[in-house]
């Protein structure tokens, strides 16, 4: 997303809650999330972004996701899951469909 002018605060500094939210453009429709754990990560990316996830394959980072909400994504998963996912796992499967197979891998050893 690219904006003409980055809105500014009165002591002007980036004003960040004037930012628009980050979409995924009209013309890229994506691949929905299956049912099962697809759907679930699909949900702790909408909830911990603030924006509806309809494509299993969006990147966390490029929706506005940064290290600390990848901390909070990991304990969310981790909890929900009854298994272990690692920060680093978020931060390496990026998208819905990556961090799904991660954590799916990381039950199995």
Same mark, same amino acid.
């Given at each position: 997303?690219?904006?003409? *002018?980055?809105?500014?605060?009165?002591?002007?500094?980036?004003?960040?809650?004037?930012?628009?939210?980050?979409?995924?453009?009209? *013309?890229? @429709?994506?691949?929905?999330? $299956?049912?099962?754990? $697809?759907? #679930?990560?699909?949900?702790?990316?909408?909830?911990? !972004?603030?924006? $509806?996830?309809?494509?299993?394959?969006?990147?966390?980072?490029?929706?506005?996701?940064? @290290?600390?909400?990848?901390?909070? !994504?990991?304990?969310? #998963?981790?909890? +929900?899951?009854?298994? +272990?996912?690692?920060?680093?796992? &978020?931060? &390496?499967? @990026?998208?819905?469909? +990556?961090?799904?197979?991660?954590?799916?891998?990381? @039950?199995?050893?």
């Amino acid at each position: 997303m690219q904006l003409a *002018e980055l809105p500014l605060s009165a002591n002007g500094k980036l004003d960040r809650k004037a930012l628009p939210l980050p979409t995924l453009g009209g *013309e890229r @429709s994506g691949r929905p999330p $299956e049912p099962g754990m $697809e759907t #679930l990560v699909a949900a702790a990316f909408s909830q911990l !972004l603030g924006c $509806e996830v309809n494509d299993i394959d969006a990147d966390f980072f490029a929706l506005g996701g940064h @290290s600390l909400l990848a901390m909070r !994504l990991a304990a969310q #998963l981790s909890r +929900q899951l009854a298994r +272990q996912v690692t920060p680093g796992q &978020v931060m &390496v499967a @990026s998208t819905g469909g +990556q961090t799904e197979r991660a954590a799916g891998r990381r @039950s199995q050893r």
